[in-house]
């Protein structure tokens, strides 16, 4: 049975056990202290283009997002996010866990925009409740949407407006940077963002998350946060190795394209079959509707998510592609949906 279920089923781009196997006796310094950690951050910040930038690299996506914004909210102040959202629907609390309450806002397709942020601002109106302080947004986001250049600019403003943190998580960022329809680079986000982190475990990564911190104010002590949350590794240099020969070169954005790829090619094939999709998502997840009884049928040799029912016969599924979806797995999927058809 293949999985197009999510894009970690794999281990880790050779490249990156290469290169673990091959320091695994060398001693290193720990906590994120050792040589290829600093080394690892000297060349995000290159890609970023931004020397003023503080980065961290933390284990996984909701250990970052649980420390960040715990680390970046006072007690009383609280998250919007869509009702989409990563840190509402699928981390089991975390967020709300250290004291913090999500604002939920319901989102046709997956992303907030500045109507969104000013309802919830409009409605919180005094010290009975609790205050917004941080937009919380993921690119793409759990459905595959992606941000342009122009939405992020407003959100950005309207962040500004209402002294307002903006965050993005970046669980699957090489996947939106390297969408066809995309504006955006890691430069831009820089300065449109407060945070945002660079998601490895979900592209050719073992594990491990990048946090860039861009707001001066949410710098101090950051390290302190992450000891408190567990975030930080005594074998550090094992996140420290795998983003050095991520961004030595072009193979984060390499594998992200791949990825990319080999979801075009699914939504393609679709489109040409005629199904319609879910969502509009320009990323490394799609989400086609099919007929129960096809879905029921490819379940027996594939597997992949049903998202949710469209109508009394037919679901939207998941289908996400990775750094290391085989283009003949990709095929065989859309002759087997054929033959059904």
Not at 55 to 62: A, M, N, Q, R
Not at 70 to 98: D, N, Y
Not at 205 to 233: N, P, W
Not at 294 to 299: A, N, Q, Y
Request: proline fraction near 2%; hydrophobic fraction near 40%; charge should be negative.
């Amino acid at each position: 049975m293949y999985s197009f279920k999510n894009d970690y089923s794999e281990g880790a781009h050779p490249r990156l056990l290469k290169a673990l196997s091959e320091t695994n006796f060398e001693q290193a310094e720990g906590y994120g202290e050792d040589l290829y950690t600093q080394k690892a951050i000297e060349l995000i910040k290159r890609k970023i283009g931004n020397d003023n930038v503080d980065i961290h690299l933390l284990s996984g996506g909701t250990q970052t997002n649980l420390t960040a914004i715990s680390a970046f909210l006072r007690p009383h102040e609280a998250i919007i996010s869509a009702s989409t959202g990563h840190i509402l629907v699928h981390e089991t609390g975390a967020i709300e866990a250290t004291g913090h309450k999500i604002i939920s806002v319901e989102v046709k397709d997956g992303k907030l925009d500045t109507l969104h942020i000013k309802t919830v601002l409009d409605s919180h109106t005094d010290e009975h409740m609790v205050k917004p302080k941080l937009v919380y947004i993921s690119n793409p986001t759990e459905i595959g949407s992606t941000y342009t250049k122009e939405e992020l600019k407003q959100i950005n403003k309207c962040c500004q407006e209402h002294n307002l943190l903006l965050y993005m998580d970046g669980a699957r960022l090489g996947s939106a940077l390297c969408s066809s329809e995309n504006d955006l680079t890691l430069s831009d986000l820089a300065t449109l963002v407060d945070a945002f982190y660079i998601g490895g475990t979900k592209n050719g990564a073992l594990m491990g998350e990048a946090l860039v911190i861009c707001r001066d104010s949410l710098k101090e002590d950051f390290r302190f946060h992450m000891k408190q949350k567990g975030a930080m590794l005594a074998k550090g240099k094992i996140l420290g190795i795998q983003f050095f020969e991520l961004f030595k070169d072009d193979l984060y954005f390499e594998m992200a394209r791949h990825a990319n790829g080999m979801a075009d090619l699914l939504r393609d094939e679709l489109t040409k079959a005629g199904f319609k999709f879910l969502v509009h998502s320009p990323s490394n997840q799609i989400f086609p509707i099919l007929p129960d009884q096809i879905i029921s049928d490819l379940l027996k040799k594939y597997a992949f998510y049903e998202w949710t029912k469209v109508d009394a016969n037919h679901s939207a599924v998941r289908l996400v592609t990775s750094w290391a979806t085989k283009e003949d797995e990709v095929l065989a999927f859309i002759e087997d949906l054929k033959c059904l058809l």
